[in-house]
Protein backbone atom coordinates (compact mmCIF):
# COMPACT_ATOMS: atom_id res chain seq x y z
CA UNK A 1 0.00 0.00 0.00
CA UNK A 2 1.15 3.34 -0.67
CA UNK A 3 0.68 6.61 1.77
CA UNK A 4 0.78 9.46 -0.15
CA UNK A 5 1.16 12.75 2.52
CA UNK A 6 0.51 16.52 1.64
CA UNK A 7 1.33 19.22 3.80
CA UNK A 8 -0.14 22.93 2.71
CA UNK A 9 0.53 26.14 3.85
CA UNK A 10 -2.25 28.65 3.22
CA UNK A 11 -2.00 32.05 2.01
CA UNK A 12 -2.61 34.52 4.67
CA UNK A 13 -6.46 34.70 3.50
CA UNK A 14 -7.16 31.59 4.22
CA UNK A 15 -4.93 30.48 7.22
CA UNK A 16 -8.04 30.72 9.55
CA UNK A 17 -10.42 28.08 11.03
CA UNK A 18 -13.36 28.96 8.91
CA UNK A 19 -11.39 28.81 5.93
CA UNK A 20 -9.23 25.75 6.70
CA UNK A 21 -12.37 23.93 7.40
CA UNK A 22 -14.04 24.86 3.89
CA UNK A 23 -11.07 23.75 2.12
CA UNK A 24 -11.01 20.62 3.77
CA UNK A 25 -14.32 20.49 2.63
CA UNK A 26 -13.85 21.14 -0.79
CA UNK A 27 -10.46 18.74 -1.01
CA UNK A 28 -12.59 15.89 0.29
CA UNK A 29 -15.51 16.39 -2.45
CA UNK A 30 -13.33 16.55 -5.18
CA UNK A 31 -10.78 14.16 -4.43
CA UNK A 32 -12.13 11.54 -1.87
CA UNK A 33 -14.36 9.42 -5.36
CA UNK A 34 -11.38 9.78 -7.26
CA UNK A 35 -10.19 6.08 -8.73
CA UNK A 36 -7.86 4.54 -6.75
CA UNK A 37 -8.26 6.41 -3.56
CA UNK A 38 -8.53 3.78 -0.87
CA UNK A 39 -8.70 6.34 1.95
CA UNK A 40 -8.07 10.27 2.41
CA UNK A 41 -7.80 11.77 6.06
CA UNK A 42 -7.53 15.26 6.32
CA UNK A 43 -5.87 17.17 8.86
CA UNK A 44 -5.37 21.04 10.73
CA UNK A 45 -2.75 21.55 13.20
CA UNK A 46 -2.77 19.89 16.51
CA UNK A 47 -0.32 22.44 18.26
CA UNK A 48 1.30 25.90 18.28
CA UNK A 49 4.62 24.39 16.57
CA UNK A 50 2.36 22.71 13.80
CA UNK A 51 0.56 25.82 12.97
CA UNK A 52 3.63 27.64 12.68
CA UNK A 53 4.65 25.68 9.68
CA UNK A 54 1.41 24.00 8.17
CA UNK A 55 -2.25 24.84 7.48
CA UNK A 56 -3.72 21.10 6.37
CA UNK A 57 -2.51 18.26 6.33
CA UNK A 58 -3.82 15.49 3.71
CA UNK A 59 -2.98 11.42 3.82
CA UNK A 60 -3.94 9.35 0.59
CA UNK A 61 -3.71 5.54 0.53
CA UNK A 62 -3.37 3.89 -2.88
CA UNK A 63 -3.14 0.33 -3.74
CA UNK A 64 0.12 0.62 -5.07
CA UNK A 65 2.86 3.00 -6.75
CA UNK A 66 1.12 2.93 -10.25
CA UNK A 67 -2.38 4.06 -8.58
CA UNK A 68 -0.76 6.82 -7.10
CA UNK A 69 1.12 8.33 -9.86
CA UNK A 70 -2.21 7.77 -12.16
CA UNK A 71 -4.08 9.48 -9.30
CA UNK A 72 -1.76 12.68 -9.99
CA UNK A 73 -2.12 12.80 -13.51
CA UNK A 74 -6.26 12.48 -13.50
CA UNK A 75 -7.80 15.26 -15.01
CA UNK A 76 -10.47 15.94 -11.79
CA UNK A 77 -7.00 16.07 -9.37
CA UNK A 78 -5.03 18.54 -11.57
CA UNK A 79 -8.04 21.03 -12.26
CA UNK A 80 -8.73 21.06 -8.65
CA UNK A 81 -5.03 21.30 -7.16
CA UNK A 82 -4.36 24.31 -10.69
CA UNK A 83 -8.20 26.32 -10.26
CA UNK A 84 -9.06 25.37 -6.27
CA UNK A 85 -5.65 24.83 -4.23
CA UNK A 86 -3.05 26.60 -5.89
CA UNK A 87 -4.25 30.30 -5.49
CA UNK A 88 -5.32 29.38 -1.65
CA UNK A 89 -1.33 28.14 -1.19
CA UNK A 90 2.17 29.53 -0.44
CA UNK A 91 3.80 25.88 -0.12
CA UNK A 92 2.64 22.40 -1.19
CA UNK A 93 5.06 19.64 0.20
CA UNK A 94 4.69 15.98 -0.91
CA UNK A 95 5.55 12.45 -0.42
CA UNK A 96 4.80 9.01 -1.25
CA UNK A 97 5.61 5.91 1.07
CA UNK A 98 5.50 2.14 0.95
CA UNK A 99 3.40 1.14 3.87
CA UNK A 100 5.34 -1.89 5.67
CA UNK A 101 3.12 -4.86 6.72
CA UNK A 102 2.95 -5.49 10.32
Sequence with gaps: ??????????????????????????IRE????????QGLAI????????????DLSLVLHFEDLETARAFDDHPAHVAFADAYMKPR????KAWLFELLSS
Design 43 to 54: GVPADAAAERSW
Design 89 to 92: TQVV
Design 1 to 26: MIQTIVLFKLDEDHARSEARSEIAAK
Design 30 to 37: ALGELPGV
